[in-house]
C-alpha cells in the first residue's frame, strides 16, 4: 500500500517522487520558512501561494476583521512599486493573482507561464514583506470592505451561513464572519491593523507552495532574495509555529433552532451537527458518505428531494473541516408551501442512512466518483498549489493521489455505515432564513 509522504516540522530537506512522476521537493530555512514544491511533468505554468496560518478566529476582539483587511492592503503598494505596478507585472503577462482569507490562514496567490514564476516570487515577497497600508489607502479600503459587507448582507445564503455559524460555535471565535463587521472595521485603526501585520507576518509563519514547472533550488534562492531585499532576518534560527489542532475546539451553540425573518420568495435552510477535524482519519470515509448522500445530481437528496418530488432547486451535504473541529449537514432552498415536505423527506434520507447505511453498489460508484475527481484536480496548478499547502499547513503528511484511491478502494461499508450513525444521529442545529409555516416549524423541531 502507497504510504503518505509525512512532513515533520523537524525536518529540513524533502525530495519525493509522487503519482503521476512529480517531484515533491520540501525546504525549511533556519528562519523557519517553509518551501514545497511539486515539479510536474509536461507543465507548462506554475501556480504559487503565499500562505499564513492566521485567520479570522486568531483575532482578538479590538483586531476583528484585521486579517481580511490586510488580505485587501497588501495589494495597495511597497516601497518599489505602486497597486498599479503590482497589477501590471501580472497582467502584462497574462497572468492572474489574488488572495483569500478564511478562518484558518490567508493566500496570496497567483498562476503565470513556468519562465514568468521569478516575477511572480518577487512580487508576492515584496507585498508579504514590504507593504505600506499607507493612512489614505486604509481610509479608501475600510470604504471597499463595508461595501463587500453590504453587498453579503444583500444575499440572503450569505447571510444564512455566517449567522449558521455564529449560531453553532457560539462564542468560538470559529463562528465570527472572516471580513468583520461593519462596528469592528469602523473601529480598527490603521495602526492597529499595521501592528498585526508586524507580529503575524514573519517568517516562521510563511509556507510558499509552488506547484507546475518548477525548479525548486531556483525558487528557493528567489524566494530568500526577495524575502531578504523586503527586510525580513533569515539567519536567525526559529523553528515553524505549530500546526493547530493539539487540542479539540471547545464551543456551544447558542440555539437549537434560529429563524431570520426576511421577505424572500423562498425559504433556505441549514441542518448541522458536528462533523470530523481535517487530521481525523476517517476523512476519506467522510468524503465517500457525503458524496452518497448529497455530493451529486446522482446522490440521495438530489433523487429523492428535487427528482422525485420537485420540491427544490438546490439541495446538498456539506462538511467543513477545520484543523480542531468540524461542521457538517444538508443545505436546501424551497418555497414556503413545500418547506414541511421538504424537511421531511430529508429527515428521513438522514435517518435511513444512519440505520441502514449505504449499499455495495453506492460505495462502488462513490469511490470512482473521487478516483476520477482526483485525477481531473491533477490538471489544475491552482489545486495542486493547494493541495501541497494543506498537507504542510494542517495534515502534516503529503497523501498522493494512488494513496488516495487506496484510502478510498479499502473503505468498507461497515466504515461509512458506523460514521453515518455517529453524525446523522446527533442534535441538529437549525437555521433558516425566509418564510417558514407553522408545518415546516414542527417538522424542524422533530430533527
Known amino acids: 500500500m502507497t504510504t503518505p509522504i509525512q512532513l515533520p516540522l523537524d525536518l529540513p530537506y524533502l525530495d519525493e517522487q509522487v503519482a503521476g512522476g512529480a517531484t515533491l521537493r520540501r525546504t525549511i530555512l533556519p528562519s523557519g520558512v517553509r518551501l514545497i514544491t511539486e515539479d510536474v511533468p509536461g507543465a507548462a505554468s506554475a501556480a504559487i501561494g503565499f500562505f499564513v496560518p492566521l485567520g479570522s478566529r486568531d483575532e482578538n476582539d479590538r483586531e476583528y476583521g484585521s ?198 420568495e423562498q425559504t433556505h435552510l441549514i441542518l448541522g451537527t458536528q462533523g470530523i477535524d481535517a487530521r481525523d482519519d476517517r476523512r476519506t470515509t467522510f468524503g465517500l458518505l457525503h458524496h452518497i448522500l448529497g455530493g451529486g445530481m446522482s446522490s440521495r437528496l438530489f433523487q429523492e428531494v428535487r427528482e422525485k418530488r420537485g420540491l427544490v432547486y438546490s439541495v446538498f451535504s456539506f462538511g467543513a473541516s477545520h484543523a480542531d473541529a468540524g461542521v457538517t449537514g444538508v443545505s436546501a432552498s424551497f418555497l414556503p408551501n413545500k418547506a414541511a415536505e421538504a424537511v421531511r423527506v430529508i429527515r428521513g434520507e438522514l435517518s435511513k442512512i444512519a440505520d441502514a447505511g449505504v449499499t455495495a453498489e453506492e460505495l462502488a460508484d462513490a469511490q470512482g466518483a473521487g478516483a476520477g475527481a482526483g485525477a481531473l484536480a ?42 453515518a450513525q455517529e453524525i446523522m444521529t446527533k442534535a441538529m442545529t437549525v437555521e433558516t432564513i425566509g418564510p417558514l409555516t407553522e408545518e415546516a416549524k414542527t417538522e424542524l423541531e422533530a430533527l
Not at 121 to 136: C, G, K, R, W
Not at 137 to 145: C, Q
Not at 232 to 242: G, H
Open 378 to 419: 491533477l490538471e489544475s496548478m491552482n489545486a495542486r498549489m493547494h493541495r501541497l499547502a494543506r498537507a504542510e499547513l494542517v495534515l502534516g503528511e503529503y497523501i498522493d493521489l494512488d494513496a488516495s484511491i487506496e484510502r478510498m478502494r479499502s473503505t468498507s461499508l461497515e466504515d461509512i455505515h458506523a460514521l
Open 67 to 264: 486579517s481580511h483587511f490586510l488580505e485587501h492592503l497588501l495589494f495597495k503598494g511597497t516601497p518599489t512599486r505602486s497597486a498599479r505596478d503590482v497589477a501590471l507585472e501580472f497582467e502584462r503577462v497574462g497572468g492572474d493573482f489574488n488572495a483569500a482569507t478564511s478562518r484558518e490562514q490567508t493566500v496570496y496567490h497567483a498562476r503565470v507561464r513556468d519562465k514568468d514564476l521569478g516575477m511572480a516570487i518577487d512580487v508576492l515577497s515584496d507585498m508579504i514583506t514590504s507593504s505600506l497600508l499607507e493612512p489614505a489607502e486604509f481610509e479608501l479600503e475600510s470604504g471597499v470592505i463595508l461595501e463587500e459587507i453590504a453587498m453579503a448582507e444583500d444575499d440572503p445564503t450569505d447571510v444564512l451561513w455566517e449567522k449558521f455559524y455564529e449560531n453553532f460555535f457560539g462564542e468560538h471565535p470559529l463562528g465570527r464572519p472572516i471580513a468583520g463587521t461593519p462596528e469592528s472595521i469602523l473601529a480598527v485603526s490603521r495602526d492597529e491593523v499595521w501592528d498585526f501585520y508586524q507580529r503575524y507576518y514573519r517568517p516562521d509563519q510563511l509556507v510558499v507552495s509552488i506547484a507546475g514547472r518548477v525548479d525548486h533550488e531556483d525558487a528557493l534562492r528567489r524566494l530568500e532574495s526577495g524575502l531578504r531585499k523586503g527586510g525580513w532576518n533569515l539567519d536567525t534560527t526559529v523553528s515553524p509555529v505549530a500546526r493547530r489542532g493539539a487540542t479539540p475546539a471547545v464551543y456551544e451553540r447558542r440555539a437549537r433552532i434560529q429563524s431570520i425573518e426576511r421577505e424572500l
